[in-house]
Nanobody, 131 residues
Framework: QVQLVESGGGLVQPGGSLKLSCAAS????????IGWFRQAPGKERQGVSA????????YYGDSVKGRFTISKDNAENTVYLQMNSLKPEDTAVYYC????????????????????????WGQGTLVTVSS
């Protein structure tokens, strides 16, 4: 059974940086997709970023392109989300999600569309961007 544990959220000033971590365990396959969604108060959950284990392809939502970077440490089975130039509108609960479907891993560009089908979710970590 896959389990995901997020960490790294907190309070940061606009323009600052934070690095989120998602420690994964229990994968039964080398092929999977893993990444992040976020949900701001009163808004729908949206895809932020994801990475495919099979080819290393990545996905970034339009609002975070050029500011956020996803990376994966295979030895530690941990995915990181480096968030720079943070804005107040980045304030949200950030959720790590994963799926061992080869279809999802092979179509990472559609990460946002897969939200309802993803198998495993973390508990979420709160990021607050405020002065």
């Amino acid at each position: 059974q896959v389990q995901l544990v997020e960490s790294g959220g907190g309070l940061v000033q606009p323009g600052g940086s934070l690095k989120l971590s998602c420690a994964a365990s229990g994968f039964t396959s080398d092929t999977y997709a893993i990444g992040w969604f976020r949900q701001a108060p009163g808004k729908e959950r949206q895809g932020v970023s994801a990475i495919s284990s099979s080819d290393g392809d990545t996905y970034y939502g339009d609002s975070v392109k050029g500011r956020f970077t996803i990376s994966k440490d295979n030895a530690e089975n941990t995915v990181y989300l480096q968030m720079n130039s943070l804005k107040p509108e980045d304030t949200a609960v950030y959720y790590c999600a994963a799926d061992e479907s080869a279809f999802v891993a092979g179509n990472i560009a559609q990460w946002s569309d897969f939200e309802k089908y993803l198998e495993v979710w973390g508990q979420g970590t709160l990021v607050t961007v405020s002065s």
